[in-house]
């Protein structure tokens, strides 16, 4: 079974035989649909044929995707960081601010 893939697979890759399952499709759309969907046409390229143009095409919609994807992580972690920082320097400014009164405290003191 695995054999007869791997031939299959190996004649879709000749254009030839690429060619003539077209014609084949386009021929069947014709007889059964009178050429208006070319359904057999559209089955046959998405399932049987493909091109560099259709697989370039299908590798950028998904590298497009992906990077959409990273960009909204990437804005999602930023305003995360944003807000720790905004935390940080709250906490950085209330601990600057008792140390300043533990100081003059201590000066009392003096």
Do not use: I, Y
């Not at 305003?79 to 905004?86: F, I, L, N, P």
């Amino acid at each position: 079974v695995g054999l007869g893939l791997a031939v299959v697979k190996a004649a879709l890759q000749s254009s030839a035989v690429a060619h003539a399952l077209l014609d084949g499709a386009h021929a069947a759309d014709k007889a059964l649909f009178n050429g208006n969907p070319p359904v057999m046409t559209v089955f046959t390229r998405a399932f049987w044929v493909r091109d560099e143009m259709d697989l370039a095409t299908m590798e950028v919609q998904l590298l497009r995707a992906e990077q959409l994807k990273l960009v909204s992580e990437r804005d999602r972690v930023r305003a995360e960081r944003d807000v720790s920082e905004a935390r940080l320097r709250g906490l950085e400014a209330k601990a600057e601010a008792a140390q300043a009164r533990a100081e003059e405290h201590a000066q009392s003191f003096d």
